[in-house]
């Protein structure tokens, strides 16, 4: 008997600190939450305090946020580029792969080394190059964003169909070869349907990435073309004081995507994250 | 085998977006190093001179030290805190999943709106002493630092319980009949089995660390007078904050990429020579 209570104190303990951590965890998002509701200039006086009735502004931030930033279209640029450069990277990338793999010769083999290569270059390393070699090419539009993407994106992506390409056994493919498939009609029937887990977790990693990037975008199309962080960041502006109201309304905002997205699709996202953490 | 031919097809559509984003800006990029520039056309050979400027520039010296101190800490902190909340939610809680979804939560919000969101309690807490984040850069700092702790925690925990959960459970009962305690089994046991996940988790930690740009950018963008700027952002600033400097920036830019080269390659090797001795 004093075993089981023994236990269920140290369980009720363990609830506590968890829920302890777990409300910490949250109070950020919260503290935003609430002053965003609140009117522009309480919001730095007061930042911890509920909104009352003389400091409570209804949804005049979301309202002066959304016109400052043209939220909205930020959104949807934001969810263009996103989900068309992630269908590229896993289209493109997971044909790359199996052709790397399954053509194995010098050139193949020193493809994959200079894709597994540039996983570990740094952005600012070809920042300034990279915007004006795509400037030049006239890739700095929306559409253009996407090949770059496409093309930053392969080496981690390669980099995971191989490794999981290297263990499919090759006598599948080879049947299908023999009744007279050709190698497109072999790589999208048998070999993408085994591809699937990786393409899911390398279609997670792309769009966390992409969805959130701010200075490749910035650099490349910010003049003409606002994503969701680079129109958050345009609040600040110059010099001038930032609109806080405004501030709060547009990160609420834009944090209501992330999380609807999370909560639907978490068993992914986490297993994916552990995948590609393994991998990576 | 009939595929080789399709080279154009598996290919070629992939290459040309590499060489475009990755491939020739990196080559140019090593090139234009040597040279002194503004519009890439109009580049002059100058040999090393523009990595003698940088690592002369007070500005990018105190942005290595700082990253250097910055990313020592953070690892230190997120790897200990995730791995204590990892041992707490592997003990067969009922609500365990629940309090995995919270604490990971904050890693999928980007770093820009992270930085916002941690500028706005930062400056909250201290109003009490009546300052602001920008008026000391070691509030930066440890703003910094709280704000990457928070991003990272539930990141590194949920590797932390995936290598946890791969222990055998009869390895812990063991120890435990024969007499280890808790201090023992964790020292003994537990750690040496999940030792590849410390690697990843290290790994992971360091470059995140090391290469950040977004939440420096967006909590104090260097203030105050560029103290808190990290590498990436005193390149950001090199490039685009002054003019005739384009060559500089990118030699800073190389050193910045050998000196994370450098991290990867030691671990990938760290990685390799484990999995030999498995």
């Known amino acids: 008997m004093r075993g089981i209570t023994k236990q269920n104190v140290g369980r009720t303990l363990l609830y506590i600190i968890l829920t302890a951590i777990a409300i910490g965890f949250l109070a950020p998002v919260f503290v935003v939450l609430m002053n965003s509701f609140k009117g522009k200039f309480f919001i730095t006086e007061e930042p911890f305090a509920l909104p009352n009735s003389s400091t409570f502004a209804g949804l005049e931030n979301y309202l002066s946020g959304l016109q400052k930033t043209g939220f909205f279209s930020a959104f949807g640029w934001s969810l263009f580029i996103t989900v068309f450069s992630v269908i590229a990277i896993v289209l493109f990338t997971s044909m790359t792969a199996w052709y790397i793999v399954r053509v194995k010769n010098r050139f193949t083999k020193f493809l994959y080394y200079v894709f597994v290569f540039s996983m570990v270059v740094p952005f600012q390393m070809v920042m300034f190059t990279m915007t004006k070699t795509a400037g030049d090419l006239h890739l700095d539009t929306p559409w253009g964003i996407i090949l770059i993407y496409l093309g930053f994106g392969s080496g981690l992506a390669v980099f995971m169909f191989s ?83 405004a501030m709060m309304a547009m990160l609420v905002l834009s944090i209501i995507p992330i999380v609807v997205f999370y909560l639907s699709c978490q068993k992914y996202i986490i297993k994916g994250i552990v995948a590609g953490a393994v991998k990576g | 085998m009939a595929l080789k031919k399709y080279f154009p097809v598996f290919v070629l559509p992939t290459l040309i977006a590499f060489l475009i984003a990755f491939g020739v800006p990196f080559i140019l990029g090593i090139f234009l190093s040597f040279t002194e520039f503004t519009t890439v056309v109009d580049a002059k050979w100058v040999a090393f001179e523009n990595y003698i400027k940088a690592f002369s520039n007070a500005d990018f010296l105190n942005a290595l030290w700082f990253t250097v101190k910055f990313t020592v800490v953070s690892v230190i902190t997120i790897n200990i805190i995730a791995f204590a909340l990892a041992s707490l939610l592997t003990k067969g809680l009922k609500a ?18 992270l930085g916002y969101i941690w500028q706005l309690i930062i400056n909250g807490v201290l109003q009490t002493i009546g300052v602001t984040i920008t008026y000391d850069a070691k509030y930066g700092f440890w703003g910094l ?59 992971l930690t360091i470059t995140n660390s090391f290469k950040l740009f977004d939440q420096n950018l967006a909590l104090t963008a260097g203030a105050p007078s560029k103290q808190t700027a990290m590498l990436a952002l005193d390149i950001y600033n090199t490039f685009y904050g002054r003019i005739g400097w ?33």
């Open chain 2, 96 to 113: 365990t999943n629940l309090f995995r979804t919270v604490f990971f939560m904050p890693n999928l919000i980007g770093g820009i709106v």
């Open chain 1, 163 to 245: 490794g999981f390409l290297k263990s499919v056994p090759i006598e599948v493919e080879e049947a299908a070869m023999i009744d007279g498939c050709t190698p497109l009609q072999t790589f999208f029937m048998v070999v993408f349907p085994i591809l699937k887990p990786t393409a899911i977790t390398v279609a997670i990693l792309d769009a966390m990435w992409i969805w959130n990037d701010y200075l490749l975008p910035y650099l490349l199309i910010g003049s003409d073309y606002k994503t969701i962080p680079i129109a958050v960041q345009y609040l600040r502006g110059g010099y001038g004081s930032v609109d806080m109201g």
């Open chain 2, 145 to 203: 630092v709280v704000l990457m702790n928070w991003q990272l925690i539930g990141y590194m925990m949920i590797i932390y319980i995936a290598g946890i959960q791969n222990i055998p459970t009869d390895l812990q009962d063991a120890s435990k009949v024969d007499g280890a305690n808790r201090w023992q089994t964790l020292k003994n046991v537990t750690i040496p089995l999940v030792m590849p996940s410390i690697t990843i988790c290290l790994f």
């Open chain 2, 246 to 278: 384009e060559g500089v920036g990118q030699a800073k830019a190389v050193i910045f990429f050998i000196i994370v080269a450098l991290i990867s390659f030691i671990q990938l090797g760290i990685t390799h020579k484990r999995e030999v001795e498995q």
